[in-house]
């Protein structure tokens, strides 16, 4: 048995698109930054950009749990002493819905050069309109991988 290591001109990548619209955040994340990294894939090799690109809809829609929408803080900073600013997600979420599924994917992607390239095959809208057609993306059933009610019932 030999171990199999992908090759950068034997990887052929997909485009994807998946609707946000009531999805929870940080399933949605975790799913898009699988496919981003190509952990979906018998050939993903830890070195080796083996991701698919992904186009993610209706970002204004996604789902956030409990109270997060008010609680949740998004800190950045102007680069001045004291320039620290916060934001609530409730905030970000009705300036750049795009934003909050942008830094929740970041968040979970490597350091580094290819965690870096990674990250840019991922493109976020936040409407239904996407300029992306001529790449013909798939679907991805995103219900189907991630059931609402994965816990049994006591």
Do not use: C
Request: glycine share 6%; no cysteine; charged share 30%.
């Amino acid at each position: 048995m030999k171990t199999y290591s992908a090759k950068p001109s034997e990887v052929k990548t997909n485009w994807w698109i998946i609707d946000a619209q009531d999805v929870v955040l940080g399933r949605l994340a975790t799913e898009v930054s699988k496919i981003l990294r190509g952990k979906n894939k018998p050939i993903y090799t830890p070195h080796i950009d083996t991701g698919d690109h992904v186009v993610i809809i209706n970002a204004a829609k996604v789902k956030l749990t409990g109270k997060k929408r008010d609680k949740k803080l998004y800190y950045r900073h102007t680069g001045h002493p004291g320039g620290l600013k916060t934001q609530s997600a409730r905030f970000v979420l009705e300036t750049h819905p795009e934003r909050i599924i942008e830094k929740a994917v970041e968040r979970m992607m490597p350091e580094g050069p290819l965690g870096s390239h990674q990250f840019a095959k991922l493109r976020v809208y936040p409407d239904a309109q996407h300029p992306h057609e001529a790449q013909q993306p798939k679907v991805y059933d995103f219900a189907a991988k991630n059931p609402k009610n994965t816990r049994a019932k006591r």
